[in-house]
């Protein structure tokens, strides 16, 4: 299989269903009219909302690698059989324990490591120089040898002279967890691994489709490379997005409308102008009125300033809601995020 160069590596970002059919639920509920910026925000911080969708090139047969034992997602096999030997290669290996003869001789002592306490091997016995060099390369390489070697002591006591002869006489065989053949050490198990068990450690899969939440758990720099050149563009220019948000949504039955600025809102209801068939009363007629005049102090009335404002009049507020509520039904009156009031007329912020 060919390796998938990043520059090779076609991303595209997916708007996955359940997030919008929760939103579009949550906005034919509420009934006011919010930002698409806003909602596109609010979308891309969930884990779950976005999907990277990543393709080879058309004109050539790479695939995706993608480990079996983690679903981590390479773009060659050599870098997924590293993955492997790191990460997983105990889930290869299989030690069987076997008993052997123990060592003869006369050993009265054994030599103890005076840093970790750990039993090495007699002075007599013909690997001590070896076991003494690979303790201090494994345990103690921080400490010069010849201070190592100074607090290395013997031990005459009779258990611990029987401890390392029972040690030596069971040794560990490593042996193919998916064959059972036997190797020499480690290395030479993994390639066999490698040669006669590829379907074991990997597959290949022609499209990727990766949550936005587990890009930066990625171990292929040129995957992750991919999905963030993407992300950063949609980042900086948001207008496909946001198109694709707008088309979402107005497929499940949203409004989508402007403001005067160019800014897009979704929402339940489309604003409209009260036609000759509407009959409204009196104090909705002067609710549209308040709603559609300019701003006072660069804000437009909310249904507290209702409240107030009929209060005066000796209107109920439970009246004043109502009668708000009927508007934005029937799309008279619209009712943005921060809780203010709008209506077409000579002040309104709503595009025409």
Known sequence: MKPVADKAIFCTLRLEMPPLDKLAQKLKADGRAHALFDLWRNLVNQPNALTFVLKPPRDTKAKFHLCVECGQAFSGGELVFRHFRQQ????????????????????????RCG??????????????????????????DRVPFDEFRAKVANSNFP??????????????ELHCAFCDELAVDERALLDHVRQAHADSVEKTEPELAIPAARVRHLECRDIRRACNQVW??????????LALLRQSLSQRGLQIFRDILGHQYACRYH????????????????ILALAGAPARRGHKPNRHTLRDHFAVQGVAEADVKADADALVRMGLLVELEN??????????HIAT
């Open 232 to 241: 950063d563009k949609e980042k900086k220019e948001p207008g496909h997005f």
């Open 271 to 286: 604003p409209r102008r009260p036609s000759e068939r509407d009959q409204l009363t009196p104090r909705q007629q002067e």
């Open 339 to 348: 809780g203010q009031l709008d209506a077409l007329g000579p002040g309104s």
């Open 115 to 140: 840093l970790c306490r750990t039993l090495l091997c007699p002075p007599n016995y013909h690997e001590f120089s070896a076991r003494l060099v690979a303790h201090h390369k494994e345990r103690h």
């Open 88 to 111: 997983h290669a105990a889930k290869a290996v299989k030690i069987v324990p076997k008993t052997v003869e123990p060592p003869k001789g006369n050993f009265q002592f054994v030599a």
């Open 159 to 172: 258990d611990d002279v029987e401890a390392w002869r029972k040690a030596l006489s069971v040794t560990e």
